[in-house]
């Protein structure tokens, strides 16, 4: 017995220690997407190709763990980097799926994420669609008090107020966001406000301000080596200075924006470079090589470009609702199989109830009929048990009756037998001295015989009142 409990003790304890590295391998996975995600959600602005490729890494572990909010996050990722490597169908699809993940973790705070992601993919192509996701985002932000979402969402609704030419409004969320940036110490969030800020001082004319703003977003982000955003500085410093007809400075930003812009490979950044050599060279009343830009410019149409990006975007997300849809039909059809077996299950465990308190009741009901008949046969063993008392006792009663008379019997007995003895030994002896006279001839034959006859008379009388004394009951009224 004891080996038994040692066992089993060494069982549980290596079995709880086996439970808490499977527990412990589990986290340690479970930390290694958030790392990577992590890492590359931090390379998005240096090297997109890098954040997808990570995210990618993060998203073939998190399915192995069946990890909900590592996939969604991994997909969320893969969805910006797309969108800076300027692949919105690519980044929309991988934006779906994220909501999917978050939606089955039950993750608002990665809900909110990804609506705002799909309001900066719908930023240039449709601002109604993008003010719409935004807004979805900013209600479940304040709905969890994330004050970091809540200024980037400024951040994005100021540049929809921007590209609506709304600078004011703009300057507003711009400002608003800054202040909270610069209270969570978000260095890289503070460089894209200041370079969100000089752009619309550039729209504004207000070459000086802008200038100022953007030479402070360019320091900063050199320092991160934020390449994408440097690329963006660049390109509004070159506008500022084709416009002030500073042509070299122009050249020089151009150059060094374009060198960023092959960094990140943003096909975007590119086209706008292209734009801004064009505009340089017609400044400079260079018309061939204005000409040139042109040619290339037309290749990659801004509009025909937007437009054929929103008609992607809604196809994929038309074609996304249609699999939603079909999903539902499946879930509701079921559902309906489900209620349907459940209603089966229901009845057939309804009838099974039934039929087991059917046979309850039925057998409660035999078991009192079973009590009452044990009732009635136990009154009965006690009424045959009062009836064997009373016959014992009156059998111990005659019994002692017939004790004391056979004690009195024996008694009378003994007694009648001494008696007998001593009445019978007289005659016996008698003939016995007969017999010796008549062997030796000294008595007559006739006198003997009479002698002998008058002594077993007087045996026989002696017999017969001893049998008398015997069987007479005896007498209470004194002594025998």
Known sequence: MKITYTFLLVFLVSFTIYAKDLDGMVINDTSTVIALNKQAFANRLTDPEQTIADATKALEMARKLNYYNGMGEAYRIMGVGGDYLDLPEKSFDNYLNAINFFVKAHNLAGEARVYNNMGNLFRDHDYNRS????????????????????????????????????????????????????????????????????????????????????????????????????????????????????????????????????????????????????????????????????????????????????????????????????????????????????????????????????????????????????????????????????????????????????????KKLSEHSSYLSHQIRGPIATLRGLINLEREGLIDQQECIHMMDRCVSEIDEKIIEMSDMLHTPPSHGGNS
């Open 131 to 410: 003010l719409d996701y935004f807004n979805k985002s900013l209600a479940i932000a304040k709905r969890i008090k994330d004050k970091h979402l809540i200024a980037t969402l400024g951040l994005n609704l100021g540049n929809v107020y921007n590209r609506n030419n709304s600078f004011q409004q703009a300057l507003k969320y711009y400002n608003q966001s800054a202040i909270v940036f610069e209270a969570l110490k978000d260095s890289m969030n503070i460089v894209i406000c200041l370079l969100n800020r000089g752009v619309v001082y550039y729209q504004l004319n207000q070459y000086d301000k802008a200038l100022d703003f953007l030479q402070k977003a360019h320091d900063l982000a050199k320092h991160q080596d934020l390449n994408e955003t440097l690329a963006s500085i660049n390109l509004t410093q070159a506008l500022i200075y084709v416009n002030q007809k500073r042509y070299s400075e122009a050249e020089k930003m151009i150059k060094e924006g374009e060198a960023y812009a092959r960094l990140v490979k943003d096909p975007k950044l590119e086209y706008d470079y292209k734009y801004t050599n064009y505009e340089l060279e017609f400044s400079r009343k260079r018309y061939e090589r204005a000409i040139f830009y042109l040619q290339a410019l037309y290749k990659m149409d801004s509009t025909t470009y937007k437009t054929n990006t929103s008609v992607q975007i809604k196809l994929i997300e038309a074609k996304r609702n249609q699999e939603e849809q079909i999903k539902e039909n499946e879930r509701v059809i079921e559902r309906q199989a489900y209620d349907r077996s459940r209603f089966w299950a229901v009845t057939i465990v309804a009838g099974l109830l039934v039929v087991v308190i059917g046979l309850l009741v039925s057998n409660v009901k035999r078991k009192a009929k079973t009590n009452a008949q044990l009732t009635m046969l136990n009154g009965e063993v006690l009424r045959q048990k009062d009836n064997l008392d009373r016959v014992n006792h009156h059998l111990e009663e005659i019994i002692d009756e017939r004790t004391k008379d056979l004690q009195t019997k024996n």
